[in-house]
């Protein structure tokens, strides 16, 4: 009995063996591919993340260079480093590129994750590729340099325009006689405004120590944070010209009304330098169009020669006297009301 029960059990251990050790070997082959593919994977993941690393530091430092591409962004407070923020991040990138896939893997931990870092790209590349934006910083750049053109130097006065006329430190404002309506929109401030909160918000997602080392400045925070103060002086740069307009506008509607209408008020005109030098100005380009216009201006250009000779070469009054003031306004009135006039207005 013993026997048989032995040689049952031997026989059943042989055909186990037979069928087990295939099925075995099987399955230890599907083990060992699962665990080599997914090294694999982990590989290509690591390199996936190097180049979306890359690209976010690229990226970053061409939003920095676009911006100090423009005279009026780059001499402001917020670029004063951005050549150097500009090296740091093209250094930090070289190492990301040299690293192992081992020593990358080992670091990830102290770098954004992959979500963020596309959330860079994707906004350093449309701050420096979107036409609206591209058209309102072109525009900033137009309305600085005209600025600076009519300052004639940093230290002018009238670099900031602002307070009321008849303060004793009044500063005039840039106003842009023959094409008034040419200031900045409120949908060019709010563009502008748009892309600075975005950056900004982007940089406050950003831990502000990273890199390679814990406790390294994450150089990409540092250029978007440059980026954003310095959208926002786009944005300042607007405002300000929107703000002269407005005040530029009102001015010239008022000298306007006084050039038709003898109201009571010119004794403002004719007794500050001002409004004489602005009045001036609105009937030079008054007359300007006018003429470009085909509408008459009789003898209005004469009269406005004859004014120029109480203003010196920057259109300022340099009369003798108060009579002086007198004459250059009525021939400035004169020569204003000639347009469109039926005859000569003397």
């Known amino acids: 009995m013993t026997r048989r029960i032995l040689t049952a059990l031997a026989a059943i251990t042989l055909v186990l063996l037979a069928f087990g050790s295939p099925y075995s070997a099987q399955e230890h082959q599907v083990g060992a591919r699962s665990q080599e593919s997914s090294r694999a994977m982990d590989v290509a993941e ?10 976010a530091y690229t990226e970053s430092e061409a939003l920095i260079k676009f911006l100090a591409s423009y005279d009026f962004i780059r001499h402001s407070v917020a670029m004063e480093d951005f050549e150097a923020v500009c090296l740091r991040l093209e250094t930090e990138r070289l190492q990301i590129e040299r690293m192992s896939a081992q020593d990358l893997t080992l ?40 600025n600076a053109i009519a300052k004639g130097t940093p230290t002018d006065k009238r ?9 004793p430190a009044y500063i005039p404002p840039i106003c842009n006689h023959d094409d008034p309506s040419n200031y900045p929109s409120g949908t060019d401030l709010a563009i502008s405004n ?10 406050d997602a950003l831990p502000g ?8 400045p994450n150089p990409v925070k540092i250029a978007l944070v440059v980026a954003a103060y310095a959208v926002d002086q786009v944005t300042n ?15 010239r509607l008022y000298i306007e009304d006084n050039l ?5 008020y010119t004794a403002i005109l004719i007794t500050n330098d001002f409004y004489l030098t602005f009045m001036l100005k609105v009937v030079r380009s ?7 216009t085909g509408i008459p201006t009789n003898c209005g250009s004469t009269r406005l020669t004859e004014a120029l000779t109480y203003f010196n070469g920057s259109d300022v009054f340099n009369g003798a006297n108060g009579a002086d003031r007198v004459s250059a306004y009525n021939k400035l009135r004169a020569a204003y009301q000639n347009i469109g006039a039926s005859s000569c207005v003397q």
């Open 209 to 216: 120590l990273l890199g390679f080392f814990v406790g390294v």
């Open 159 to 167: 670099a900031n325009s602002r307070g009321a006329v008849s303060a």
């Open 260 to 264: 038709v209408n003898d109201d009571g």
């Open 286 to 292: 008054a007359l300007t169009k006018a003429t470009n």
């Open 194 to 203: 748009g892309v600075a909160i975005g950056l900004h918000a982007l940089a």
């Open 107 to 146: 670091q990830a931990k102290n770098l954004p994750e992959s979500k963020l870092l596309r959330q860079i790209i994707e906004v350093s590349r449309n701050t420096r590729t979107d036409a609206r934006f591209l058209d309102v910083v072109q525009k900033a750049q137009r309305f600085s340099q005209a």
């Open 46 to 55: 690591t390199e996936q993340f190097r180049s979306e690393l890359i690209a």
């Open 237 to 251: 740069a607007l405002a300000a010209v929107a703000a002269d307009a407005v005040y530029c506008e009102s001015t």
